[in-house]
Each structure stands twice: as structure tokens, then as C-alpha cells.
């Protein structure tokens, strides 16, 4: 091998990587050996970064979903309508029954329930009759009473969690900040050499990932023999 360009290349002239401009070998018995750390620790640097922003796009998609989550529950809310309205118009329909004035699609009723009794309309397909359009109103209060209930369940629930990804959201640019391989690797539920490299023990974080640890020393990771 031989320099060339700030790169290292092989006889056949495919380059392989940069070479630094600057090697410290202090505590090394050799450069191979001081070049070796350089390119590994170098390696590191990238693969911290690459999963670094993994998990930061996949928390953000998980907030961006629950964010379009909320907004179309939000609008299915509003498509079911009150549900007391539907509730009021079966009522008048059913008091109705004998004294409605029907004109085409338009039936002129008595609110009894009002101050005044004043006359409304409310428009009903003049091929139904008043009870099957009472029947009608009274099944839509029915479903938009449930679906109010169950959206709202939902929506209350959605804020928290949402709430909650923005925390580890805060946390993982903390850890990235902090360039902290061993915290990213706990925060994404997975275990590396380079996270393993040169850090202080810590049983929080070793005691669960014990089994990753130990399949890694198995497989004879050539990045963990010095």
C-alpha cells in the first residue's frame, strides 16, 4: 500500500480510506497499531450518527402520526354531530306524529320543548314516514353517543403519549449532544462494540443487556480483540 492523495490504495488503485493527516501514538507500540484505533474509532463516529438519526426520524414519525391520529379523530367527532340534536329531533318527530304539516322533503313541526312552541322545519325524505325518520334520528344519537365516548377516550389518551415521545425525543438529542455511545445503544434497545469501548461499567445499563453482551463475545467480534 502506499499514499496517495490522502488516501491509501491498493496495487490495483481502488482506495480504501482516508488517511489522517495526524496520528498520535502515544500508548501505542506501533502506527499500524495507533492507525488501527484511529479507523475503528473512526467507524464508530459514523455508526453512531447513522443510528443516531434513525431514532430520531422514527420518533418523529411516531409524533407525526399521532399528531394526524388526533386530527382525524378530531374531525370524526364533528362528522357524528351532537348527539342530544339527534336525540331532540326523534322526540319532536314522535310528538308530531298527528299534527306535522309535510310539504315534499320538508315537514313543518311543533317544538314542544321550547319556550312559545314555535314552528320548525326539518327536512325528511318524503318517502319515509315520521316514525322511521324518529327511528333514524334516535340510532344516529345511539352511534354519535358511543363514538363521542370512545374518541374522547382516545383523545385523552393520545395527548400523554404524545407528551411522552417528546421526553425521549428531549432525551435522545441529550445523549447525542453528549456523543454517549453506551446511552444511545440502551435507548435503542440494542448493544455495540463501540459502545462497549472505553467505557466507565454501569450496572444499570450492563444488567440488561447482559445476553447481548455475551452473544457478542461469543461470536468473536474482531472489533473487541485489542
Known amino acids: 500500500e502506499r499514499r496517495d492523495g490522502g488516501a491509501r490504495a491498493t496495487d490495483g488503485g481502488a482506495k480504501t480510506k482516508d488517511w489522517p493527516q495526524t496520528v498520535n501514538r502515544e500508548g501505542f507500540t506501533?502506527?499500524?497499531e495507533a492507525l488501527d484505533r484511529h479507523y475503528l474509532r473512526q467507524d464508530a463516529e459514523r455508526a453512531f450518527d447513522a443510528r443516531a438519526a434513525?431514532?430520531?426520524?422514527?420518533?418523529?414519525q411516531q409524533m407525526t402520526s399521532l399528531r394526524k391520529l388526533?386530527?382525524?379523530?378530531?374531525?370524526?367527532?364533528?362528522?357524528?354531530?351532537?348527539?342530544?340534536?339527534?336525540?331532540?329531533?326523534?322526540?319532536?318527530?314522535?310528538?308530531?306524529?298527528?299534527?306535522?304539516?309535510?310539504?315534499?322533503g320538508r315537514v313543518r313541526l311543533t317544538d314542544f320543548y321550547a319556550e312559545?312552541?314555535?314552528?320548525?322545519?326539518?327536512?325528511?325524505?318524503?318517502?319515509?314516514?315520521?316514525?322511521?325518520?324518529?327511528?333514524?334520528?334516535?340510532?344516529?344519537?345511539?352511534?354519535?353517543?358511543?363514538?363521542?365516548?370512545?374518541?374522547?377516550?382516545?383523545?385523552?389518551?393520545?395527548?400523554?403519549?404524545?407528551?411522552?415521545?417528546?421526553?425521549?425525543?428531549g432525551a435522545l438529542e441529550g445523549i447525542i449532544a453528549a456523543r454517549d455511545e453506551a446511552s444511545l445503544a440502551a435507548f435503542t434497545g440494542g448493544v455495540t462494540a463501540q459502545a462497549l469501548y472505553g467505557r466507565d461499567i454501569n450496572l444499570y445499563w450492563d444488567l440488561r443487556f447482559i445476553p447481548d453482551v455475551a452473544a457478542m463475545f461469543l461470536s468473536v467480534n474482531p472489533l473487541l480483540i485489542g
Not at 54 to 60: G, I, T, W
Not at 78 to 91: L, S, Y
Open 30 to 32: 506501533s502506527l499500524s
Open 54 to 60: 434513525a431514532a430520531r426520524a422514527r420518533l418523529r
Open 70 to 104: 388526533r386530527d382525524n379523530l378530531a374531525r370524526d367527532l364533528d362528522a357524528h354531530g351532537d348527539a342530544e340534536e339527534h336525540k331532540r329531533a326523534g322526540d319532536l318527530l314522535l310528538a308530531n306524529v298527528g299534527t306535522a304539516v309535510r310539504d315534499g
Open 116 to 169: 312559545d312552541t314555535p314552528t320548525v322545519e326539518m327536512e325528511v325524505d318524503e318517502n319515509r314516514s315520521l316514525q322511521e325518520e324518529a327511528a333514524r334520528r334516535f340510532a344516529r344519537y345511539t352511534k354519535a353517543k358511543r363514538a363521542a365516548r370512545e374518541i374522547s377516550e382516545r383523545l385523552e389518551k393520545i395527548e400523554p403519549e404524545l407528551a411522552a415521545l417528546e421526553e425521549r425525543l
